[in-house]
């Protein structure tokens, strides 16, 4: 496994982190055992993976803190995350105290390495910095986390108009990004600023519905075409690798993991699965080598200027 420096934060991530949420779950979501979720999240430390992320919303941080009582606390990352709001309103002080004991209490660890605030809109931004960050420096001065950071919520806002906000900010160690090479605009919307102030990057949607295959990738082709993002005279829609990737022989999730690890300003990119076979796949596409610049030019000219896309199907 190769390991990268995560912004100014210091701490040395796997390039391929562990996400529990997402449609998943660790395969939870699919009618597998807890056991099952268990044995992908040690098969995963087994390999390298050191950085593990939840949240207090997924219903997994009892199945990670299994295997942190296992193999022990200081071989891992420990990223999880608050669900801020309730009832329309920001959680008080109180409840995003009680969250954060809840959360270290099911990963069983006395510190989360990275908190972050999830699926922040931009309209609760300005509400967010007023009552919850404060919360979350005072939490940090007790010894509960060690790094704070936010979260967007992609499939709403895939042009990050929140994040666009947030990274201008001085409050974040780490952003979590949606990027993908449907939607790349996090490159110089988010990306840039990132570098430049040394936060850390989580890359998140990297491989989504639409980039398990190439019929859900052809469904998307058509959807573009048709609302005309896309001119039919320049892509095969019915050829969609060829037409994306000039070709067959790389496989679609392996290229989108690819064009998402080694993009300038992200660290790390979180991968999410219930299969011990699956997580061993995108382990492997994780440690392949860049996509040729033919290929990356091609995404570019076909995808460079799309900003509404989160990967999921249409």
């Given amino acids: ?20 949420g997402g ?8 009618q597998q055992s807890d056991d099952n979720a268990v044995r992908v999240v040690r098969a995963a430390v087994d390999a390298g993976v050191n950085l593990i992320d939840s949240s207090e919303a997924y219903g997994t941080e009892h199945l990670i803190g299994r295997v942190v009582r296992e193999v ?8 999880t995350k608050l669900a801020y709001a309730v009832e329309g309103r920001c959680k008080t002080p109180t409840e995003i105290e009680r969250s954060v004991d809840q959360s270290l209490h ?27 960050v404060p919360v979350l420096h005072r939490l940090r001065e007790k010894g509960k986390l060690k790094f704070i950071g936010i979260t967007e919520r992609f499939t709403r806002d ?23 090479l449907l939607n790349p605009s996090a490159r110089n919307l988010i990306l840039k ?22 019929e859900n990738l052809r469904r998307v082709l058509h959807a573009l075409v048709d609302e ?35 993009e300038p300003g992200i660290h790390s990119v979180l991968s999410g699965t ?23 030019a091609r995404l570019e000219s076909v995808f460079g200027g799309l900003n509404h896309l989160s990967g999921e199907l249409p």
């Fill in 274 to 296: 219930g299969s011990t076979a699956h997580l061993a796949e995108n382990i492997r596409a994780i440690h392949q080598p860049p996509l040729p610049p033919d290929v990356l």
């Fill in 1 to 20: 496994m190769d390991y990268v420096t995560l912004g100014k934060t210091g701490l040395q991530v796997s390039v391929l982190g562990l996400g529990s």
């Fill in 193 to 214: 600023t990132a570098r430049q102030k040394q936060i850390g990057v989580l890359g998140m949607f990297a491989v989504r519905q639409a980039l398990i295959n190439p």
């Fill in 228 to 262: 005309g993002y896309l001119d039919s005279a320049e892509i095969d829609v019915n050829q969609p690798l060829k037409s994306v990737l000039l070709g067959d022989d790389i496989p679609l999730a392996e290229a989108a993991y690819r064009f998402c690890r080694y």
């Fill in 158 to 180: 895939p042009a990050h108009h929140m994040l666009a906000r947030a990274v201008q900010d001085d409050y974040w160690d780490v952003l979590m990004v949606g990027f993908n």
């Fill in 72 to 79: 022990g606390r200081d071989k891992l990352i420990l990223s």
């Fill in 106 to 132: 099911h990963l069983h660890t006395d510190v989360i390495d990275i908190y972050h605030v999830h699926a922040a809109t931009v309209e609760d931004y300005p509400q967010i910095v007023a009552k919850v």
């Fill in 23 to 30: 449609h998943s779950r660790l395969g939870t979501r699919r």
